[in-house]
């Protein structure tokens, strides 16, 4: 972006603003957002650029949809937040109950909390006290999987995958749980069954981002792995926990990714899309199982945790207006035609030099490159040709908003394919940073 383009409110912001997952000396500028509409976001020098990863995989119904937009108005002009301690107010249960409605199976209890972090955390905590109250203070493990990736507080990183380069940093600091591959075949599986031989006694819960493994780098795999997991789990008496914090509301086909599985975890993180891109909330959902074993007489039975804005009104009323464009507009089906277009327009790709693999599942497209490919470094070319894509480590994806025209998306397939085709980098010693 030009100098005299750059407005004053950037300029005198930057050098206070410390950006997220960046090297502050060499970061580039963030391209200034004044606007966003649909699937188009309006940049202060009056370019648009089509969104293709839905702001961190948030923005389901695109931008400023005006059912969702309304919802806020209203609740602003009556009640923007008021503490849950004591208090209640109609947004909260009324999410809850929906939500209950939707997950699977017993998923009937609702724990609010503001990010997706602060969600896989609680849901850690639960499992731990779950034992505890039923006097097997033992289980002070988990158990996670290659590939995984749970957040940035200090639990969540516990339980990511340490070779993914982004926390090893912090491996001296943090608690050592327990690491396997993901039951996808006969080795892996006996794998995983002998690990919970060996120590499921102590292991409180397993946590696993059911069909795709997000920043971990967009690994997918299929039903039946969800379901030798949840069945391995089931042997040893190991709580299972989905992290749909990305899966959740329909970005892989169904509204919960757990579903194509037919599996009902013991505890379920919702985060990112559960507002629909609009404000931040997030979810922890228990089983009945789960949440009984917190009653009782005694008072250190209770779950003691409690996020100051738990449970924001205008939030969960940004989150019931989600809900009703789910029911009332064609989100699944559009995720539907999304995925064949991705297949169909995405596939040439695999020809192009550099690249090592094509995949596609529900609303999510991915391009890998070849060993050592620097993806990171594309991110310039997407934007000169009007699409905001933001590749990191070895992938380029694609994951747009359901409400996308298949013209938006065509236009952004053909970019891919156009800079992985031209602008392509090689190795490079230095890392990219990261999602």
């Not at 909260?92 to 969600?119: M, N, T």
Request: hydrophobic share 45%; charged share 20%.
């Amino acid at each position: 972006m030009d100098q005299q383009t750059v407005p004053t409110w950037l300029a005198q912001g930057l050098p206070h603003v410390w950006l997220p997952y960046a090297q502050m000396r060499t970061a580039p500028t963030p391209l200034p957002v004044v606007g966003a509409e649909g699937v188009r976001l309006r940049l202060a020098d009056g370019r648009e650029l089509i969104d293709g990863v839905s702001s961190w995989w948030t923005a389901c119904h695109g931008y400023n949809h005006p059912h969702i937009r309304a919802a806020v108005a209203n609740q602003m002009a009556r009640l923007p937040h008021v503490m849950f301690g004591g208090l209640a107010h109609e947004p909260a249960f009324r999410l809850a109950a929906r939500l209950a409605q939707l997950a699977p199976g017993d998923l009937d209890h609702v724990f609010f909390a503001e990010s997706g972090s602060v969600s896989v955390e609680i849901a850690l905590k639960m499992a731990l006290q779950y034992w505890r109250n039923r006097g097997e203070a033992r289980r002070t493990r988990f158990l996670a999987f290659r590939g995984g990736y749970h957040g940035d507080t200090f639990e969540a990183m516990a339980v990511t995958d340490p070779e993914i380069g982004m926390h090893d940093a912090w491996r001296a600091n943090l608690h050592q749980h327990l690491f396997a591959r993901l039951p996808r075949d006969a080795a892996s599986r006996a794998d995983l069954e002998h690990l919970l031989q060996e120590q499921g006694e102590h292991v409180a819960a397993a946590i696993v981002e059911p069909l795709v493994q997000g920043a971990g780098g967009m690994r997918m795999h299929d039903g039946a792995t969800l379901r030798a997991l949840s069945e391995a789990c089931a042997r040893h008496g190991v709580l299972l926990i989905a992290d749909e914090i990305m899966t959740g509301f329909g970005r892989t086909g169904r509204m919960f990714a757990c579903e194509e599985a037919g599996i009902v975890p013991d505890l379920l993180c919702l985060s990112k899309a559960l507002t629909g891109g609009t404000l931040p909330l997030a979810a922890t959902v228990a089983r009945r199982h789960v949440f009984e074993a917190f009653l009782g007489d005694d008072a250190a039975r209770a779950f003691m945790h409690g996020p100051t804005f738990m449970g924001n009104a205008l939030a969960c009323a940004a989150a019931n207006a989600s809900l009703d464009l789910f029911e009332g507009e064609p989100r699944l089906a559009q995720v539907a035609a999304i995925e064949s277009q991705l297949r169909q327009e995405l596939e040439p790709c695999r020809r192009l030099p550099g690249v090592a693999d094509v995949r596609v599942k529900g609303a999510i497209g991915v391009v890998q490159l070849s060993e050592g490919g620097r993806a990171a470094a594309l991110r310039p070319h997407f934007v000169e040709r009007g699409v905001w894509l933001r590749p990191f480590g070895d992938i380029v994806y694609v994951m747009p908003p359901f409400v996308i025209t298949p013209g938006e998306l065509s236009r952004l397939t053909g970019v891919v394919r156009e800079v992985l085709l031209t602008c392509l980098p090689g190795p490079a010693g230095a890392a990219d940073d990261v999602v």
